[in-house]
């Protein structure tokens, strides 16, 4: 069965501890944070964050999604935080073996992330040394996107290509996922299915995460 973890991206940041008391209620298992640099994507949301107040509110794991050019500053600011998972992605501009050393030194799992376009050869070099694959079903920049069909056809490729190399791996699917298309998810292998705005616009989350989870 697949865990979900929430963006709160689009969430109401005004009233970030009651936000976060309705994720707390819910069996969903990580709080992802979309950290855009303004250059990697058109959005910066590196002040969108408080991350003391998030740390102190939630009960749930962390997981960074960091969408930036340069990841390496970012990974360092995020070390204090203890989160459980830092994927970037695998566009990135900075040295990718130096990164993910960086972050798994710390004892913190290691996601690369890939764009919807990216062909999948470019994981192959790191695939040994990482913990994640974060596929992206949209394209990255915004939430409330729709979700890209291919990425099923893709999820099965990567699949076949771990079960050779590393099948401890976990494939953590981001972006357009909903009550529609969770089903087909888990039956694909999906490990992580990343839900924002489906999940932030329920009243009652806890209900609504149990949706996704159904195979
Ligand atoms: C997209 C982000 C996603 C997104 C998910 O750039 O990486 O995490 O916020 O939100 P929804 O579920 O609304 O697509
Ligand atoms: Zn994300």
Redo the contacts with the bound molecule.
């Keep these: 069965m697949s865990d979900i973890a929430i963006?709160i991206?689009?969430c109401d940041f005004n009233n970030i501890k009651f936000e976060l008391n309705r994720i707390n209620d819910s069996s969903i298992k990580y709080v992802?944070i979309?950290i855009m640099d303004g250059y990697f994507?058109e959005k910066n949301t590196e002040n969108l964050f408080d991350m003391k107040a998030i740390c102190k509110y939630t009960n749930k794991k962390i997981d960074v999604?960091l969408?930036v050019k340069k990841p390496k500053i970012f990974i360092t600011n995020f070390l204090k935080y203890n989160p459980d998972i830092i994927s970037f992605h695998i566009e990135s501009e900075e040295n990718i073996s130096e990164n993910i050393s960086l972050i798994t030194s710390h004892g913190i799992k290691c996601g690369i992330a890939i764009n919807p376009e990216t062909d999948i050869q470019t994981l192959n070099n790191y695939i040994e040394n990482i913990d994640v694959i974060l596929i992206?079903s949209?394209v990255?920049?915004?939430?409330?996107?729709k979700f890209i069909s291919s990425t099923f056809k893709k999820i099965k490729l990567i699949k076949e290509k771990l079960l050779k190399t590393n099948p401890k791996i976990k494939l953590e699917i981001?972006?357009?996922?909903n009550n529609l298309n969770s089903k087909s998810l888990n039956k694909s292998g999906a490990d992580i299915l990343?839900?924002?705005?489906?999940l932030i616009n329920q009243k009652n989350i806890k209900k609504a995460s149990i949706s996704l989870l159904k195979v």
Excluded: A, E, F, T
């Design positions: 963006s991206l689009n992802h979309d994507v999604h969408m992206m949209v990255p920049g915004k939430g409330g996107q981001d972006g357009g996922i990343v839900s924002g705005s489906y």
